[in-house]
């Protein structure tokens, strides 16, 4: 027995002895490295962390365009949760499935179905510079040192087994279950909103752009006889309203022209959303690219939930 106890007193001071020594070789080691090299390792470990949280966690984005004024506006910086709509391996890569989908009204960023890829290796490089550098850093742009919009942040106003259509700018919604339109705000009492549509158009303003569309059609096909209106300085722009009339317009002349027809029928039925899809659309209505003009959106292209606005300081506040 004291043969025993004696063996573990020695292979104890033995033990003690080896990390003693380590942690001097450790110290002495670190006393020999130049100081650039320990801030240079220093950062490194701080850009992992910063990438990991980002990649996986939540991520900075800055808004580029007034889209979904006044929630969002232009330069507000924000932070986006990607943990709950499940979040992508690689940048661009490997998108896993989150423990949540998008619910009616969430705000939600998302890859842009218009968006021209300049190929993977560009586009996990801005990515990374994108989120390392919390948004300050994009390296995007277009031929005018403009941002590319590779994301898009909008709110999901349908989600799947959703009809929606515009009527001069007005969101009517046909529910599942519903057997008659209703207009966006009376839905309402099926799930609560706590934000405010911006309209830069007026209702009364419609019979003006339509009447400048058809003008501008009649004038084109020779029909100078049918005009009823000349082009007006100053009428304010909706593109889907002009292409609702263009088609209808188009369609009443050469009735016999499919194409007129079908694309006709598509802006005056709306849109039905998939199971697994949703429909987006900015707050600041009439100025937007949204499910409008591309359709809708795969749950698989949602990228994250908008959480709160983290610059300016005067604009911190959670987003609704």
Known sequence: ?????????????????????????????????????????AFLWAAVVVLLINQYVFQAYQIPT????????????????????????????????????PDRNSVIIFESPTYISKGPVFDVLQRVLYMLTLSLVDIDRDASGNPRAHFLIKRAVGVGGDRLRIREGAVEMRLPGMSSWQSEPDIGHLDPVDFTTQRLIAPEEYPAIDAAVRAAI???????????????????????????????????????????????????????VPMGWIFPMGDNRDNSNDG????????????????????PLDRISRIR
């Open 218 to 272: 009649y004038e084109e096909e020779g029909l100078d006889r049918l005009k009823s209106a000349s082009s007006v300085p100053n009428i304010k722009n909706d593109a889907h309203q002009r292409w609702t009339v263009f088609y209808e317009t188009m369609h009443q002349i050469r009735p016999q022209r499919s194409r007129y027809r079908s694309e006709y029928q598509k802006y005056l039925l709306g849109w039905y």
């Open 66 to 101: 007034g889209s979904m004024e006044n929630t969002l506006k232009i330069s507000d910086r924000i932070f986006v949760n990607k943990l709950v709509y499940g979040p992508e391996l690689i940048p661009g890569m490997l998108k896993i499935h989150g423990f949540a989908k």
């Open 292 to 311: 409008r003009y591309f359709g809708p959106v795969h749950l698989d292209d949602v990228l994250g939930r908008g959480m709160f606005i983290y610059w």
């Open 1 to 41: 027995m004291a043969q025993w106890s004696a063996q573990m007193v020695s292979t104890t001071e033995q033990f003690l002895t080896w990390r003693k020594r380590r942690r001097i070789r450790k110290k002495e080691k670190q006393k020999k490295r130049h100081p650039i090299i320990e801030w240079i390792d």
